[in-house]
């Protein structure tokens, strides 16, 4: 990775994670966005990443409206439920 592509990438996820959100669960919290696919990413497709102070946890087959769901539910998908 050229050193164009690792700041492309930090830009990408530094402005996903502006228009992302946060949740609480069990009393941690967690940022929540959805990260375009990097450079080199041969899946081609966005994940939904979930990053707290003490884990990151990134999701590829999520809901498009996963804006619109409720604390509880958007946290379920995290946990593949």
Do not use: K, Q
């Not at 990438?9 to 228009?19: P, S």
């Amino acid at each position: 990775m050229t050193e164009l592509d690792a700041e492309h990438c930090r830009i990408a996820r530094d402005l996903a994670r502006l228009n992302g959100r946060t949740v609480v669960s069990a009393g941690v919290e967690w940022r929540v966005y959805e990260l375009p696919p990097g450079v080199y990413d041969r899946r081609g497709s966005a994940s939904l990443v979930f990053e707290s102070s003490d884990a990151f946890r990134r999701v590829r087959d999520f809901p498009h409206d996963w804006r619109a769901l409720d604390d509880e539910r958007l946290f379920a998908v995290s946990l593949g439920i």
